[in-house]
């Protein structure tokens, strides 16, 4: 038990010296001779110790329903148009999350089913049929959205919300956010640092669908919109209505990139942006088609502006202006960017922590954790003499190599996670206390101190393994299960039960043989 080879020496002591030179970035602003080749990283601090936003976000998943069962409602009038097939009757039923229609005659029944068959995708794994066909002997034709499938597209545009979000915000400049989702319907968001939130929460709270439609000139004014347009209101005109065609000429989701600048001839700031090759082709062809016409760009069911087209536009280029601020254009270029949200979101829950606030925290927080250190450390020196002078060196290591892997993980550090932290030093000495309990017990059962710390190590190893694998595994359940703070606490815990069972059963060990090896004592100082 107190035999190490070289090797195996020159391993834990590399692994000691990692740990050191890998929490350093955390101690001390970067140096000028530090490696390339090593990772530069550093434990973040979370929203209570550093201030900022917290936002609970809710989905609109009425909005994702409403806008499949407009695609499946244009998807059905294609494809009967395309087999040329009369019907009548086309309309949605969001209550029954079905699109019906009637066949003009019943016995285009079959043409009609094969025609929309085709509208019948397969999710991966057991996601099912995205619709349900049905068609009855009266020539009424259903497409239903089964609710498995409904179930899928939740999960979806969840999982779609998030990425867009944090696109969002890392293109704003927030560091280290926090995103995750909360139950079925919700997502946390945490903005360590933010100063300027009433800005953050517009950036994530637009849904940024763009679409270009046309301007319908001919149509006259009034409450209600002809067949086939609709009103929309001017978003920098209250009060200022257009009518427009109800069909997208090009759609925003076909953009590729979108960046602020200034129109180098009247110096206003502008939105430049590019599209991919079916975006081009389309916006190239209405173009050409409508010179001289009024070409409407909407943002959220708003017209930012309606520019005459000019001349055709075919580079697959263009630009919007409409007395943008710098601030304005340089965030609807990224709205752009980052592209538009599946459903609109809504603020449940806000809440904004000051810097002053989490000074004040981390100023507690430091101080619980150095004077229950401190404690620890007279404590073992105390009751153990020297052999609790190991147990401290090994301390002292398990905080360096526990910073070093939370630094690694990019793990961000919270209230909840100080206390876990200085409950891990507490629980780390609990493996020494009971090693040095054995070799105490052996050295008064008349061992001599060879066989007393052989003893003592090997029979409290089974007791110190199981404690730790238990609480282990308790912590695990903790973080899987638990909220983002319990989380943060069940991160720290876990990492610190590792790195305990590395210092206090392998490093005090090599310690004590060293010891041992070069003293040879008559008597075990315990």
């Given at each position: 038990?107190?035999?190490?080879?070289?090797?195996?020496?020159?391993?834990?002591?590399?692994?000691?010296?990692?740990?050191?030179?890998?929490?350093?970035?955390?101690?001390?602003?970067?140096?000028?001779?530090?490696?390339?080749?090593?990772?530069?990283?550093?434990?973040?601090?979370?929203?209570?110790?550093?201030?900022?936003?917290?936002?609970?976000?809710?989905?609109?998943?009425?909005?994702?329903?409403?806008?499949?069962?407009?695609?499946?409602?244009?998807?059905?009038?294609?494809?009967?148009?395309?087999?040329?097939?009369?019907?009548?009757?086309?309309?949605?039923?969001?209550?029954?999350?079905?699109?019906?229609?009637?066949?003009?005659?019943?016995?285009?029944?079959?043409?009609?089913?094969?025609?929309?068959?085709?509208?019948?995708?397969?999710?991966?794994?057991?996601?099912?049929?995205?619709?349900?066909?049905?068609?009855?002997s009266?020539?009424?034709?259903?497409?239903?959205?089964?609710?498995?499938?409904?179930?899928?597209?939740?999960?979806?545009?969840?999982?779609?919300?998030?990425?867009?979000?944090?696109?969002?915000?890392?293109?704003?400049?927030?560091?280290?956010?926090?995103?995750?989702?909360?139950?079925?319907?919700?997502?946390?968001?945490?903005?360590?640092?933010?100063?300027?939130?009433?800005?953050?929460?517009?950036?994530?709270?637009?849904?940024?669908?763009?679409?270009?439609?046309?301007?319908?000139?001919?149509?006259?004014?009034?409450?209600?919109?002809?067949?086939?347009?609709?009103?929309?209101?001017?978003?920098?005109?209250?009060?200022?209505?257009?009518?427009?065609?109800?069909?997208?000429?090009?759609?925003?989701?076909?953009?590729?990139?979108?960046?602020?600048?200034?129109?180098?001839?009247?110096g206003?700031?502008?939105?430049?942006?590019?599209?991919?090759?079916?975006?081009?082709?389309?916006?190239?062809?209405?173009t050409?088609?409508?010179?001289g016409?009024?070409?409407?760009?909407?943002?959220?069911?708003?017209?930012?502006?309606?520019?005459?087209?000019?001349?055709?536009?075919?580079?697959?280029?263009?630009?919007?202006?409409?007395?943008?601020?710098?601030?304005?254009?340089?965030?609807?270029?990224?709205?752009?960017?980052a592209?538009?949200?599946?459903?609109?979101?809504?603020?449940?829950?806000?809440?904004?922590?000051?810097?002053?606030?989490?000074?004040?925290?981390?100023?507690?927080?430091?101080?619980?954790?150095?004077?229950?250190?401190?404690?620890?450390?007279?404590?073992?020196?105390?009751?153990?003499?020297?052999?609790?002078?190991?147990?401290?060196?090994?301390?002292?290591?398990?905080?360096?190599?526990?910073?070093?892997?939370?630094?690694?993980?990019?793990?961000?550090?919270?209230?909840?996670?100080?206390?876990?932290?200085?409950?891990?030093?507490?629980?780390?000495?609990?493996?020494?206390?009971?090693?040095?309990?054995?070799?105490?017990?052996?050295?008064?059962?008349?061992?001599?101190?060879?066989?007393?710390?052989?003893?003592?190590?090997?029979?409290?190893?089974?007791?110190?393994?199981d404690?730790?694998?238990?609480?282990?595994?308790?912590?695990?359940?903790?973080?899987?299960f638990?909220?983002?703070?319990?989380?943060?606490?069940?991160?720290t815990?876990?990492?610190?039960?590792?790195?305990t069972?590395?210092?206090?059963?392998?490093?005090?060990?090599?310690?004590?043989?060293?010891?041992?090896?070069?003293?040879?004592?008559?008597?075990?100082?315990v």
């Amino acid at each position: 038990m107190l035999y190490f080879t070289r090797a195996k020496t020159l391993g834990i002591a590399a692994l000691c010296a990692l740990g050191i030179l890998l929490s350093l970035p955390n101690l001390a602003p970067r140096p000028g001779f530090w490696p390339g080749f090593l990772p530069w990283n550093q434990v973040h601090l979370g929203l209570d110790l550093r201030g900022g936003s917290y936002l609970l976000l809710q989905i609109d998943f009425s909005a994702v329903e409403k806008q499949d069962l407009a695609s499946v409602l244009d998807q059905a009038r294609q494809a009967m148009r395309g087999a040329t097939l009369g019907y009548t009757g086309l309309h949605a039923d969001p209550d029954q999350n079905a699109v019906t229609l009637h066949l003009l005659s019943p016995a285009d029944a079959p043409a009609a089913q094969a025609a929309l068959q085709k509208l019948i995708t397969y999710g991966q794994g057991n996601a099912g049929p995205n619709l349900a066909l049905n068609v009855a002997s009266d020539g009424t034709v259903t497409l239903t959205i089964p609710n498995q499938a409904l179930i899928a597209r939740r999960s979806q545009a969840i999982d779609q919300s998030i990425t867009i979000i944090q696109r969002r915000i890392d293109g704003s400049g927030v560091l280290n956010p926090q995103i995750a989702r909360q139950g079925t319907d919700q997502i946390v968001v945490q903005l360590p640092g933010v100063s300027d939130p009433e800005r953050i929460k517009t950036l994530i709270g637009t849904t940024a669908h763009m679409t270009f439609q046309m301007v319908d000139e001919t149509a006259t004014p009034g409450p209600v919109p002809p067949l086939g347009d609709e009103i929309l209101p001017m978003a920098d005109e209250p009060g200022e209505k257009m009518i427009v065609n109800s069909d997208v000429a090009v759609d925003g989701a076909d953009l590729t990139n979108a960046q602020a600048s200034t129109d180098p001839q009247t110096g206003q700031w502008e939105v430049v942006f590019s599209l991919n090759s079916l975006g081009a082709r389309e916006f190239a062809d209405v173009t050409t088609a409508n010179v001289g016409k009024l070409f409407a760009i909407i943002l959220d069911g708003k017209i930012i502006e309606a520019p005459v087209i000019r001349e055709p536009i075919t580079g697959g280029s263009g630009s919007i202006t409409g007395g943008f601020s710098p601030q304005r254009a340089t965030d609807l270029a990224l709205l752009l960017r980052a592209g538009a949200l599946p459903a609109p979101l809504n603020i449940v829950e806000e809440q904004t922590v000051g810097p002053e606030l989490g000074a004040d925290a981390i100023k507690a927080g430091a101080y619980s954790l150095a004077l229950g250190f401190v404690l620890v450390l007279v404590f073992m020196a105390t009751f153990y003499g020297l052999f609790g002078w190991f147990a401290n060196v090994a301390l002292v290591m398990n905080l360096f190599i526990m910073l070093a892997i939370l630094s690694v993980m990019g793990a961000t550090l919270t209230l909840p996670g100080m206390a876990g932290i200085l409950l891990t030093l507490g629980m780390a000495v609990d493996a020494n206390v009971l090693i040095n309990e054995r070799v105490r017990e052996e050295v008064k059962a008349g061992r001599k101190p060879l066989a007393a710390l052989e003893a003592g190590y090997k029979r409290a190893y089974g007791t110190i393994i199981d404690s730790n694998v238990t609480t282990l595994l308790a912590h695990v359940t903790l973080f899987i299960f638990g909220s983002p703070p319990v989380r943060g606490f069940a991160v720290t815990i876990c990492v610190g039960i590792i790195t305990t069972l590395f210092t206090a059963t392998v490093l005090v060990r090599l310690i004590t043989s060293k010891w041992y090896v070069a003293r040879r004592p008559a008597a075990l100082p315990v």
